[in-house]
C-alpha cells in the first residue's frame, strides 16, 4: 500500500513564511485574466492526500464530462502519486501525471516547460506549495481556492471560496463549478474489482493515521486490543492493514489481543487493497485516507471519528457507520489544527463499534 508521506514542521514553516511571498510579490504585476473559450489542455494540481485524491477523482469525471475532448495533466506529490495514477488515471487515455518532489527542484521547475494549459486548477486548501507550482506552470487562466488567513491566492484568475460548513467535497466541486461545470459524479469506485481470495468473514483493521496530528487521531491500543479479542471471540478473521513503519505498532496489538493467527496486509498498492476491503465483512479504520478509500470502493466501513466531523471530513459511501462519542468540542477544520478535542477518540467506547458488528 502507497500510503501518504507528510510534511514535516519545517516544510510547514517553510511553506508558509517562504511560500506567501513567493506567490503574492509576483501578483502585483499581473492582472486577473478571462475564461479562454476554447478549452483543451487542463492542468490539476493535489500533491498531498490520499483522501483528497479519493474526493478529487468525483471531480475530474465530471471535467471529462464536460470537457470531454480535453487533455488532463495531472500533477502529484511522491505522497499522492500511486493512489492519483490508480483512482485518476483509470478513468480516462487522456491523462497523464507529474510529479513535484519538495525534496528535488528539478522536478518543481520542469514543469516550467510543459506546454501550455487552457485552465488550471489547484485542489490545495492551504500549502502555498500548491500555489507556487499553479503559477510556475504556464496557464492562460488560473482556478484555486481563497481561504482566511492562508494567503495563496493572489496567483488566481478566478479565487473560489473554501469553506468549512461543507464537506470537502462539496468544496472540491465548488472548482469545477465556478467554470461552469456541473458535478453530479460520487467518488463511487466500485465497478472494476474481482473478490479478493480471503475468508468471507474476515475483518481489515487499519489503526494508524498520518499527517501531523496522526496521533491525536488514533484509539489507544488497550481499546484496539479489547475490540480485536472481541472480534477474534466471535470467529472472525483479521486482516491488519498498514505500512512498513506501523508494523511494530500492529504487532504489538496483536500480541495484546493474544490472536493465534492473523494476516498483515502491509505496504500494498491501492489495487490490491481495495478488492480484500470490498469482500471483507466490515472495514474499521480510524479517520484517514484509506477510511475514504473503503467507503468508495463501497466496503462495509466502520469509521472511528473523533474531532473529525463527518459533514466537514468522513469518508463517503453508501455503506459507511460513523462511531463517535457523545460530546466532541472543537473539531478540526483544515486538519493540521492544535486546539482541537484530541481527546474525543479517548471518549469512543468498544461497545460502541461492537454494536455495528453482526
Known sequence: MMTNRRVTNFHRFADRYAGIPLIFLPSLYRKRRGKPADIRRICLIKTSGIGDTVLMSAVVK??????????????????????????????SDNIDFKVADLSDFSSIFDLRHLKEFDISIDFGQWPRFDAFISMLIKSRYRV?????????????????????????????????????IICLYGTDITDLYENADISDNSICVHMCASGKTASKRMWSMDK??????????????????????????????????????????LERHLEELVPVMRKCRYVISVDTGIAHLAGACGANLIELLGATNPERWGALGENVTYVRPEFVGKMLDLGHESDADFDAMERIGVDQVLRYIL
Open 62 to 91: 465530471d471535467i471529462l464530462k464536460h470537457y470531454h475532448n480535453c487533455r488532463i495533466t495531472v500533477v502529484t506529490g511522491i505522497a499522492n502519486y500511486y493512489a492519483a495514477k490508480f483512482l485518476i488515471g483509470r478513468l
Open 144 to 180: 484555486g481556492f481563497k481561504r482566511d488567513r492562508q494567503y495563496r491566492h493572489y496567483g488566481y484568475d478566478l479565487p473560489v471560496e473554501h469553506r468549512s460548513d461543507r464537506h470537502e467535497l462539496n468544496n472540491f466541486r465548488a472548482l469545477a463549478e465556478a467554470l461552469g
Open 224 to 265: 484496539w486490543a479489547e475490540l480485536i479479542r472481541h472480534l477474534d471471540d466471535k470467529g472472525y478473521d483479521i486482516i491488519f492493514s498498514g505500512t512498513y513503519d506501523e508494523r511494530e505498532y500492529i504487532e504489538a496489538v496483536a500480541g495484546f489481543a493474544g490472536l493465534s493467527t492473523c494476516t498483515y496486509f
